[in-house]
């Protein structure tokens, strides 16, 4: 009987913790500074379309347009396309899968085909 119960108990346990989730997030901010009080430009929106996520940014240089840089799983991670002296070189990892900036799950593909962030410094410029 005591072996039963140790076993129900580690069993209960072991389904208890599951499976944690991973996800690719767009990174907060690029490298193109607003300024030195404001800092970088910060994620706008991203959208995610097969093993790509595109996380867009306000453009500095063009006020009015965002920078867009895309990241592939094929590429693990790393940058693809858009300007790599304002993109950073590869996404971010969100452990937790929050929401906000995390477009694709290592587990399940894309999150959803677009979000939108607008968060501080990521408005229009």
Same mark, same amino acid.
């Given at each position: 009987?005591?072996?039963?119960?140790?076993?129900?108990?580690?069993?209960?346990?072991?389904?208890?913790?599951?499976?944690?989730?991973?996800?690719?997030?767009?990174?907060?901010?690029?490298? @193109?500074?607003?300024?030195?009080?404001?800092?970088?430009?910060?994620?706008?929106?991203?959208?995610?379309?097969?093993?790509?996520?595109?996380?867009?940014?306000?453009?500095?240089?063009?006020?009015?347009?965002?920078?867009?840089?895309?990241?592939? @799983?094929?590429?693990?991670?790393?940058?693809?396309?858009?300007?790599?002296?304002?993109?950073?070189?590869?996404?971010?990892?969100?452990?937790?899968?929050?929401?906000?900036?995390?477009?694709?799950?290592?587990?399940?593909?894309?999150?959803?085909?677009?979000?939108?962030?607008?968060?501080?410094?990521?408005?229009?410029?």
């Amino acid at each position: 009987m005591v072996g039963f119960v140790l076993s129900a108990v580690l069993l209960l346990l072991a389904l208890g913790k599951g499976v944690s989730a991973a996800c690719e997030a767009c990174p907060n901010c690029d490298t @193109e500074r607003i300024s030195i009080e404001q800092g970088n430009a910060c994620l706008n929106y991203w959208t995610c379309s097969g093993d790509t996520i595109t996380c867009y940014y306000p453009s500095v240089a063009n006020p009015g347009t965002f920078n867009g840089c895309s990241y592939s @799983e094929s590429a693990s991670w790393a940058l693809v396309s858009g300007p790599s002296d304002i993109c950073l070189s590869e996404a971010g990892l969100n452990s937790k899968c929050e929401p906000g900036n995390d477009p694709y799950n290592d587990n399940t593909g894309c999150t959803a085909s677009y979000g939108l962030v607008n968060g501080t410094n990521g408005q229009l410029l």
